[in-house]
């Protein structure tokens, strides 16, 4: 099972492009990887999802190596409304591993 | 629209006491699960299940018990309650492998 690593905590300025890191060296191949974001008092919300190379949406980018044994978020240009807890999640249909959670600070 | 109702949002209870939280998701999602978050934010995933079946079921007490009535509902019944009980229990639901969709929690506490 591929149990992940995250930094506790970031601080960043409203503005700027955050990135935040998740290391997964035990990611299996049939592995997804998986970005949440979560208020206080909320359940998690999706952010996004990808098996290898880049995705992008509307609200974020998530950059995976080629030896898919890291991935990074990227929220462009964060308002003081990112400030949340990001989860990242590797694991496929049956077997999951949720992180400890970044808790990212946005300050004005 | 609800996608991932639980019920209640609050429970304040005695030890020794049985209680249970109900889920529903209204968005044909054939899969479902019971997390549980303690205080310090870790999230623990307790049970899966897959058009009523049970795919996963890590290692929790014997004392909470999933229950699926039907594809739509995955509720959580808890005996004998204790102390360390105490957390946020979080219904969600997905799509297979796709992005899962999370409820409200339910704030546990026991006296």
């Known amino acids: 099972l591929a149990k992940t690593t995250q930094p506790i905590s970031m601080d960043s300025y409203e503005g700027q492009e955050v990135n935040i890191t998740c290391s997964h060296n035990?990611?299996?191949?049939?592995?997804?990887i998986t970005w949440y974001q979560q208020f206080p008092s909320q359940g998690p919300r999706f952010i996004i999802q990808g098996y290898k190379t880049k995705v992008t949406n509307e609200v974020a980018s998530l950059f995976i190596p080629a030896d898919r044994k890291s991935s990074t978020l990227s929220l462009p240009r964060v308002s003081l409304s990112d400030t949340a807890v990001y989860y990242c999640l590797v694991g496929n249909f049956n077997k999951f591993y949720f992180g400890s959670g970044t808790k990212l600070n946005v300050k004005p | 629209d609800t996608a991932v109702s639980q019920t209640p949002k609050y429970l304040v209870t005695q030890m020794g006491n049985d209680k249970s939280i109900k889920c529903e998701q209204n968005l044909g999602h054939d899969t479902m699960y019971w997390y549980k978050q303690d205080s310090k934010k870790f999230l623990k995933i307790m049970f899966s299940?897959?058009?009523?079946?049970?795919?996963i079921n890590e290692t929790v007490p014997n004392r909470f018990s999933p229950k699926s009535p039907d594809k739509a509902h995955l509720n959580l019944h808890i005996n004998s309650l204790e102390l360390g009980d105490s957390a946020v229990y979080f219904c969600?639901?997905?799509?297979?492998?796709?992005?899962?969709?999370f409820g409200p929690g339910t704030r546990l506490t026991v006296l």
């Open positions: 969600a639901s997905s799509q297979v492998t796709r992005e899962q969709f």
């Open positions: 035990n990611i299996a191949t049939n592995d997804y």
């Open positions: 299940y897959n058009n009523k079946e049970l795919i």
